[in-house]
């Protein structure tokens, strides 16, 4: 039996509404044409730049990490329809630290007599030993409540470290036309870099 041209229409028809809906969704090249670029010409894209579909009020990360004896910057561009004029963002140090873990351990061993002969009864002997579990402490270096809500940050590396970018939309206060429905939204993180320029005698 072959399908009615009436059909097939209406498969065309919801394919285009499926692409047409993801594709709202496609944030992947969105810092490329949205972020604005540093006017110094020394600085170059940095490859861990990247967007995102982002929902208002949850947090999002993007895990980094910055080289000693460069300078970065780092701005951030966002759908304001949804998300705002603004994001909330901060740069988190993780940092390995070691830490000392008592464990306890169970066993059964055999009861041996004062000739040193096996009983045939066996007991539960408790052993504690210390071991070294390492985690990730976080540590605020910047966060853009404590700067007037700045959009871009530069800073110069000393010494390599993991760094989390951490961004939350707020939102727009009254959503209107199309996006009154809408709680996602592209965010795009630029991350530039040059050498930290040689200055003073």
């Not at 300078?71 to 909330?88: L, N």
């Not at 579990?133 to 700045?150: C, I, P, Q």
């Not at 010494?159 to 429905?181: F, W």
Request: proline fraction near 4%; aromatic fraction near 6%.
């Amino acid at each position: 039996m072959r399908p009615s041209n009436r059909t097939i229409l209406a498969a065309l028809v919801a394919l285009g509404l499926v692409r047409s809906v993801s594709g709202q969704y496609d944030c992947s090249d969105y810092h490329k044409f949205n972020c604005e670029r540093s006017t110094d010409p020394r600085f170059s894209v940095n490859g861990q730049s990247k967007s995102a579909s982002v929902q208002v009020g949850v947090p999002t990360e993007l895990n980094i990490i910055v080289y000693r004896g460069q300078d970065y910057r780092i701005s951030f561009c966002f759908d304001e329809r949804i998300i705002g004029d603004h994001v909330v963002a901060r740069l988190v140090e993780k940092v390995r630290v070691p830490h000392e873990v008592r464990v306890e351990s169970t066993d059964t061993v055999q009861v041996f007599d004062d000739n040193g002969d096996p009983t045939g009864e066996m007991r539960t002997v408790k052993q504690t030993e210390t071991k070294t579990e390492f985690s990730d402490d976080r540590k605020v270096l910047w966060d853009n409540t404590e700067h007037e809500m700045a959009q871009t940050v530069e800073f110069t590396c000393t010494s390599t470290k993991r760094l989390v970018v951490e961004v939350v939309a707020p939102g727009v206060d009254e959503p209107k036309g199309k996006t009154r429905n809408m709680d996602i939204g592209c965010v795009g993180i630029l991350i530039e870099h040059m050498p930290t320029p040689q200055l003073g005698f």
